[in-house]
């Protein structure tokens, strides 16, 4: 069964995305190759994989730092991933792209800068006019504030555009300033196709909340907003961020994790947009062990999936709402003894799915109702 | 034949001395860890990972503590599966441990049996003043809240 670790722990981190034709592509790491396995059968029976990258490479593939998989519009099949480096916290962004979807030419590395620094937890982002944005965690202007002995709050985004569906990057630029360092980025298409990222940002004094960016269509920043108002404050690491999506009516929903009022909760809610986010609907998602939530949309409907342990075994569980967020009905799903991967959410046409991939159980997909 | 096979013996030893760094941890281990009446001297239970860089500070912070106060015991728990970088980033501060690194057990299961309401930010702390008392702080330490929670004085 792909996907299920061997003896020794392996990192479980994987991405899923169905193809134009139909199947399920799953990328995940396998020793110093980033792997991609299909099925013609949602999930029941798995291709041989195929290597991403020929020449082996280090790859980080934990739960919030995995490789990631998309289509450009061209129809280019894209993965990409961090390559760690020598040094503790290093990384480079990777991208390798098969024009047939199978044959996948060497990976580039789509910053510029080749510091041995983080340039981690990058997001992928495909736009239908066959650009492909990367946007990542990156420690520059930490790594320069503390040479010239200033203090610098967190870690900076900076992201790098395509126009030719990832053959080739132009120079990356800087987002924003003083983000987490170490939770996964997400990105979503706003009601007027600009591209969106969100991530866990360090709000002056250290209230680790989200901001959202909202880039022009050359992909520099239109404008960089706060995206939740929890006022998590700590010194430290959540290790925990959120998932965005935008629905056909253009309205923006969110998943996210933060300490409110003491209590670390998965929190849903709407970002409405104006002059200042403000967030409307906000709920708790599952109950207080609920984490690592993702979340998709398709046409009249949203699904939110996350982990939670109940003191004996990780269940994986999901929300479904037919009103735009406004009510929701929960479902059981799966259940594991052993370790596992954030669960995905992902998009067939008018379906929705959850892919989970646990240490026993290896690859698994729950068509959702 | 003795004398040829020795240096070979010696790599053996180094080689699982090297691997028995950390003592894997698993969920009935770290509820024994985490139980205040198990901790009879002041103690802090920190947890840590080669990702959070916060951590690095309250090693450090900890490590001149017990130079300071040779009462206070500090137990370190990586929340991560040992690997070869780990013990290179922690043996720095020169901490007489025990030290543990999460085990196979599901690593959630180990992470309730912490502590059922942690939500896997790091770094994370207990404190133990070794009378029954345990405090759990999430973040960057000061030495003022570690003698408030174990009574010590550094």
Known sequence: ?369 | MMRRLLPVVLLVAAGSLAAAEFTPLDRAEAQRLLSADKHRQPTVVTLWSSDCGYCKANLKLLSSLTRNNRKLRVITVAAEPESAHLWPMLSRYGLAGPHYAYGSDSPEAIAYAIDPNWGGELPRTFLFDGAGRKERISGVLTAPAIEKATGLRF
């Open chain 1, 1 to 369: 069964m792909p996907g299920m670790a061997k003896a020794t722990r392996q990192e479980l981190g994987a991405s899923a995305v169905f193809a134009p034709d139909g199947s399920l592509l799953v990328v995940t790491k396998q020793g110093e190759h980033v792997m991609l396995y299909r099925s013609s059968d949602d999930g029941k029976s798995w291709s041989a994989p195929t290597a991403v990258n020929a020449q082996p490479e280090q790859i980080s593939a934990d739960g919030e730092n995995r490789p990631k998989v998309a289509f450009a519009a061209d129809g280019g099949l894209l993965v990409s991933w961090t390559r760690p480096l020598g040094k503790p916290y290093s990384g480079a962004i990777r991208l390798a792209r098969a024009d047939d979807g199978q044959r996948f030419s060497p990976p580039l590395t789509v910053h510029k800068d080749p510091a041995e620094i983080t340039h981690r937890f990058e997001s992928l982002l495909t736009t239908p006019d066959n650009k492909v944005i990367l946007a990542w965690i990156d420690k520059r202007d930490l790594e320069a504030a503390k040479s010239g002995k200033k203090a610098y709050r967190g870690a900076a985004i900076y992201a790098a555009v395509s126009t030719d569906g990832g053959r080739s990057f132009q120079p990356e630029h800087k987002l924003a300033d003083h983000s987490c360092e170490c939770c996964r980025v997400t990105s979503a298409i706003d009601a007027d196709g600009a591209p969106l990222f969100m991530w866990r940002h360090v709000f002056e004094p250290n209230e680790r909340d989200h901001a959202l960016a909202r880039l022009k269509p050359d992909g520099t920043v239109e404008s960089v907003q706060r995206a939740t108002f929890d006022r998590w404050k700590v010194d430290g690491c959540p290790h925990h961020g959120p998932s965005l999506a935008v629905d056909e009516r253009g309205v923006r929903h969110a998943v996210w994790f933060n300490q409110k009022d003491g209590a670390g909760r998965v929190f849903y809610g709407r970002l409405a947009a104006g002059s200042g986010i403000a967030v409307e609907g906000q709920r708790q998602v599952g109950g207080p062990r609920a984490a690592h939530a993702d979340m998709a949309v398709a046409p009249g409907k949203l699904a939110i999936a996350w982990k939670e342990f109940d003191g004996e075994r990780t269940q994986l569980r999901g929300l479904m709402s037919a009103d735009g967020g406004d009510s929701f009905s929960e479902i059981a799903l799966a259940a594991t003894d052993g370790a596992s991967d954030q669960a995905r959410v992902v998009r067939r046409q008018d379906q929705l799915f959850v892919f989970w991939r646990t240490e026993k159980e290896g690859f698994r997909l729950f068509p959702l109702p």
